[in-house]
């Protein structure tokens, strides 16, 4: 949506804690969106999961009511977290949970019960900022509209990079030898140009049938 309508994304503006993201040195074919409105009726609800690539993600509440429930890293056992592929814009290892965090069926998944978590609620205009490796699991208690984004940056930019590698788009021995002596930048520079011309190809195509996708739906 913000994406096909540039002039909008203005009004969102900048805020001090993406000033540095090294998505924004990804190709545009394979660049993750850096801000998608979301637009959900009351009691609506995402998955409960890990977002792609691990990044750390940014939640903002525009309108409505958005609670949530963050689960401490390695919990996983806990969560039944089954692993499935995730192709766009590049194959990543994707970590879902068959959990509702807000109405879990302790009967067939008895170990939820021990997970530990946090639980928050966002009004308009607060932010959330959930950390790799927290799975989470979002619930409009009304009707919500939100604005969400993800940070690569020094703190995290090995983590996303790792996830790259276990799908498969960089293969771990084209790095080269300095690799580790680089700047962080210098690192996410030197890794994106191990893409092939064959994935950025690919990206661009999937890229292009999702706009398509959204730009034929229509808002009743």
Known sequence: FLLQRPELRKDIGDHIYASENFFSFFPFEIRPWDAAFLWGAKHSRSTLHMDPYNWTAI???L???KKWKLFLPGQDHLLYVQKTSCGFPLECV???????????????YPKFGRA?????ELLPGEMLIIPAG???QAYNA?????ISSQLMNRNNYLIILEEIIKGGSVKRKKLPAHFNTLMPPDQ????????SKKILKKGKELTEVVLKMVS???VS
């Open 94 to 108: 994707k970590y879902n949970s068959p959990l509702d965090a807000f109405d879990p069926d302790l009967k067939h």
């Open 63 to 65: 309108s409505g009511v």
């Open 188 to 195: 996410v520079k030197l890794f994106l140009s191990c893409i």
């Open 216 to 218: 034929e739906t229509q």
């Open 142 to 146: 009304d009707e919500t509209m939100a």
């Open 134 to 136: 927290w799975f989470h």
């Open 59 to 61: 939640s903002a509440v």
């Open 116 to 120: 530990q978590y946090l639980e928050t």
